[in-house]
Structures are given as structure tokens and as C-alpha cells.
């Protein structure tokens, strides 16, 4: 299976802190995305990272990805109560689909 | 800013009986997609659909499945006899071309069978 796996599982951290979640998935891929679902919405995309890219930013986002290892990690710094939301990672391998992860469930409190 | 949008928000419906799943996708994009996620667990690939045809579909689509894009706008998912397990987020989602990569996803209608 392409899925991807995220760790951890649930993360709770103080506002201004940083988060970190990673991902890792199973065969070899042509990009690497991450989503944000907010509780009970639709998915929305954040950032997406080629088999071969190694970093990438987007505003208050970081991700990598090392294609050796078949991990990713993200990056969210300075968090905001705003950041709260479950995050997926989605494999594509060239196949027309996504495969996503579990998901890592973030809580910021204030 | 465009994006996809899903009706209905929610269904309820009784076990046997046919639902149909309406989305509209954004004007210009090219490739079209079902995802579905049932409650706590991961979001699953249903279909794709380009130029008027299945692409890809996993293990899930079966012969209950199918999907039609009637009228050029209009992009349907339709469950020919519902099971209890069928009940979930179902997610469209479009994309401009199928090497960007981005998928713009609607906010899904949550289909419960009774």
C-alpha cells in the first residue's frame, strides 16, 4: 500500500509554540501533499513537495521530504489557535489517486 | 476564489434505496475525483474521471458505483442501493491538470444509511 502514516497520532501544543507531525509512506512516490481538515469540513491543500524536492516553504509552513528514509515531516511554526485541525498527508504515485495517512490531529490552545 | 461545491450537505437515506452525490468542480479543471472518509477513519480514493471516463477506481467502487458528468458542469456520484456501510464524508474533489497535483476539495456530503 501507498498509504502514508503519520506520527503522532494527536499533538497538543501552547499558542506560539511550533508543531511537528511526519509521515511516512511505503513505495516510491511523485509528490507528497498535505492537507488541513477542519472538524467536520472538506480538505484543504497546503503544500506539495516533488520526489524531488528536498524542502519547501509556505508562509509559517515547512516541509521536507526524504526520499531515502520514504519520510516527510511538517512544520508549522508559531501556531495559532486558528491552526487546530487534523492533518493528512496523501501520497501520488503517478497512479491518478491520492493515498492518504490517518492523520495527526493538532490542538493549540490559547 | 472558485471552488468545488457539494450537495446535498448531508443525506440520510434507508438501506437499499439509490442516492446520487452532486458536485460541481471548478469551471476549468480537467480531472475530477471521489474520495470518500468514513467516521475516524482515513480518507479513501474512490474514482477518478477525465475526458468523459473512469481513469482509475479502487477496490471500493464496485458495481453499486457510478459517476457521470451529465451536462459539463454537474459531476455525480451515484450509490445504486445503499448499505449501513456505505455511511460516510463523501468528498469531490477537481484538479486542472493531472501533473499540478492539487486537488481542491469540496466540503462533502455526509451520507448516513439507516
Known amino acids: 500500500s501507498q498509504q502514508g502514516e503519520e506520527d503522532p497520532q494527536a499533538l497538543s501544543i501552547q499558542e506560539g509554540e511550533n508543531a511537528t507531525m511526519n509521515c511516512s509512506y511505503k513505495?516510491?512516490?511523485?509528490?507528497l501533499q498535505w492537507y488541513r481538515q477542519n472538524s467536520g469540513r472538506g480538505l484543504v491543500h497546503l503544500i506539495l513537495i516533488r520526489s524531488n524536492e528536498r524542502e519547501k516553504h509556505s508562509g509559517r509552513l515547512r516541509v521536507t521530504l526524504d526520499t531515502s528514509k520514504k519520510s516527510s515531516s511538517l512544520l508549522i511554526t508559531a501556531s495559532r489557535a486558528a491552526d487546530t485541525a487534523s492533518y493528512f498527508c496523501?501520497?501520488?504515485?503517478?497512479?491518478?489517486?491520492?493515498?492518504f495517512g490517518a492523520g495527526t490531529t493538532v490542538t493549540v490552545r490559547a | 476564489e472558485p471552488e468545488v461545491t457539494q450537495t446535498p450537505s448531508h443525506q440520510v437515506t434507508q438501506m437499499g434505496q439509490e442516492v446520487i452525490l452532486r458536485c460541481v468542480p471548478i469551471?476549468?479543471?480537467?480531472?475530477f475525483y471521489w474520495y470518500r472518509q468514513i467516521l475516524g477513519q482515513k480518507v479513501e480514493f474512490l474514482v477518478s474521471f477525465y475526458n468523459n471516463e473512469i481513469s482509475e477506481k479502487s477496490e471500493i467502487f464496485d458495481d453499486q458505483f457510478s459517476v457521470e458528468r451529465p451536462d459539463g458542469s454537474n459531476f455525480t456520484l451515484k450509490i445504486r442501493s445503499t448499505k449501513l456501510e456505505d455511511s460516510a464524508m463523501y468528498f469531490c474533489?477537481?484538479?486542472?491538470?493531472?501533473?499540478?497535483?492539487?486537488?481542491?476539495f469540496g466540503e462533502g456530503s455526509r451520507l448516513t444509511v439507516l
Open positions: 469551471s476549468n479543471h480537467l480531472y
Open positions: 496523501a501520497t501520488e504515485a503517478g497512479d491518478y489517486k491520492l493515498s
Open positions: 474533489a477537481s484538479e486542472w491538470g493531472s501533473s499540478t497535483g492539487e486537488l481542491f
Open positions: 513505495t516510491s512516490i511523485n509528490n
